[in-house]
């Protein structure tokens, strides 16, 4: 009698032991249900993106990993003697296409908004001046210094004032206005001391500058005012940067990649370079997408002012009194271009608050007209 009570409690037991594990499989399958509806949607993932990941993750995101790149890429032009710096970065869309491929292959890449929305000639505009941004870019840091590199990205800031000016009717108010200038001035005198450049070097430097302005103003607006994640416009964008890509091979590399040494290690180095680069890239999509073309400039000469301070500080390197000043100058021109940001978002009106607003005065607020032409937008 005994034995059969305990054989009764055990069955009880195992029994609620089974509808517990019932319940715990229906729970995941609900939410990789829910995960799964939201990709399917480009509303429903773009809501996730701006969930998940905020300006401050993103930009966090985007700092670390540009941080590690510089110094990877220098590595592979420099020391791995990999002088191919656009086939390296044909290899690095290469990777990401890839990675991105698999992302489509488990349904797991955000779905693109319909192509009535987006017309193509502005998807082929930005893979065109992306493979111009990041193919200039590294062709500037074989030949350039890194201060120089970072020297010439000051004059990106005016070209995106000046661009989303012209097209857009974007303008900047005259205290960030400031704020920058003070910026600028500050990189200036931090990278002073740094600027060994090439004569050819150089040129590439001049012609990356538009192209780069484009890039960010375009991949800041597609986000913004379409429904486009990060990853689901470099799945489109990236077949047509990796032809832009193929294109300028035979221009800008010179001959010789079939005698290079593609041992273990220099491969090793070179793949880890092309992971670097694709979180580059999504980093960087995802930043400009949560804030706008100028703050991610603007973290960008962040940089540059912590790479200089931190290895005076933390490796005992002496770039001199006069460059340390200029950093600690562009830091507090940051910091007042951010406050001056973030006043400006605290004063605009919440979704809740924006709803009930008369449609007319919604209009003249955002800067916008009937028509649907952009007005003039403030900064």
């Known amino acids: 009698m005994f034995s059969f009570f305990i054989r009764k409690g055990v069955r009880k037991i195992l029994k609620r032991k089974d ?15 829910s995960l799964f509806n939201q990709f399917r949607s480009s509303e429903g993932a773009k809501r996730q993106q701006q969930r998940i990941c905020g300006p401050a993750v993103a930009l966090s995101f985007n700092f670390l990993v540009a941080v590690g790149i510089i110094f990877m890429n220098k590595m592979v032009l420099q020391t791995v003697k990999f002088k191919f710096p656009i086939l ?3 290899i690095h869309y290469v990777v990401s296409w890839f990675f991105m491929a698999l992302l489509k292959a488990f349904s797991l890449l955000p779905a693109s ?18 493979s111009l941004s990041t193919g200039f870019a590294n062709v500037s840091l074989k030949y350039n210094s890194i201060g120089f590199y970072q020297m010439a990205k000051i004059a990106v800031t005016p070209s995106i004032v000046f661009a989303e000016f012209v ?16 910026v600028s001035i500050g990189v200036a005198v931090a990278t002073v001391t740094d600027l060994q450049f090439h004569v050819f070097g150089a040129c590439v430097a001049l012609a990356w500058i538009v192209p780069s302005a484009v890039n960010k103003i375009l991949w800041s607006r597609l986000q913004q005012q379409e429904n486009w994640t990060a990853l689901s416009l470099m799945w489109k964008t990236t077949p047509i940067t990796l032809i832009c890509l193929a294109a300028m091979l035979p221009c800008l590399d010179p001959p010789g990649v079939l005698s290079f040494d593609w041992n273990f290690n220099n491969t ?22 949560a804030t706008s073309a100028i703050s991610h400039v603007v973290l960008g000469q ?45 004063n605009k009106p919440s979704p809740r608050q924006a709803s009930n607003l008369p449609k007319s005065k919604l209009s003249k607020e955002n800067g916008s007209t009937h028509d649907g032409h952009y007005g003039a937008e403030s900064v």
Do not use: H
């Not at 715990?24 to 939410?31: I, M, Q, W």
């Not at 857009?168 to 704020?179: D, G, H, M, N, Q």
């Open 302 to 346: 962040f940089k540059t002012c912590v790479l200089l301070l931190g290895n005076y500080y933390l490796f005992g390197s002496n770039p001199g009194k006069t460059s340390i000043c200029g950093a600690f100058t562009a830091i507090a021109g940051m910091s007042i271009y951010t406050y001056l940001n973030l006043r400006q978002q605290s």
């Open 167 to 182: 097209l857009y009717r974007k303008k900047v108010s005259f205290p960030k206005a400031l704020a920058l200038t003070v």
């Open 113 to 130: 908004p319909s192509s009535k929305s987006t017309p193509l000639s502005t998807l082929f505009t930005l893979g065109f001046v992306m």
């Open 19 to 33: 509808s517990d594990a019932g319940e715990k499989g229906r729970a995941l399958e609900d939410v990789r249900a």
């Open 268 to 289: 090793l180095v070179i793949f880890a370079s092309a992971i670097l680069g694709f979180l580059l890239q999504w980093s960087g999509a995802l930043a400009l997408g």
């Open 88 to 90: 390296l970065t044909l």
